[in-house]
Nanobody, 119 residues
């Protein structure tokens, strides 16, 4: 089975920065991509970024130019560097991993880490 554990969330002032981490363990060899979603109270879950096994990244327009995803393959870990944070970035950030089980594609999810941007 696959486990995903996020860390790095916290309280930051507008304009500040945080770096989130997501460590994968278990059945990691079938992963084809990882990334992040976020969910604020009363809002739908929003896709933030994906990063493929080859390192190709795609970003939501709302974070483009401010957030950067990266990978450390030796540690089976992905990161999300968040700069120029805004109050509207406040949410629970959830790491996901897309992987193949047979011919099926599924997503696995971490428990999430809270990011609060407030003065």
């Amino acid at each position: 089975q696959l486990q995903l554990v996020e860390s790095g969330g916290g309280l930051v002032q507008p304009g500040g920065s945080l770096r989130l981490s997501c460590a994968a363990s278990g059945s990691i060899f079938s992963i084809y991509a990882m990334g992040w979603y976020r969910q604020a109270p009363g809002k739908q879950r929003e896709w933030v970024v994906s990063i493929s096994n080859s390192g190709t990244t795609n970003y939501a327009d709302s974070v483009k130019g401010r957030f950067t995803a990266s990978r450390d393959n030796a540690k089976n870990t992905v990161y999300l560097q968040m700069n120029s944070l805004k109050p509207e970035d406040t949410a629970v950030y959830l790491c996901y991993a897309g992987r193949w089980i047979g011919a099926a594609q599924i997503n696995d999810w971490g428990q999430g880490t809270q990011v609060t941007v407030s003065s």
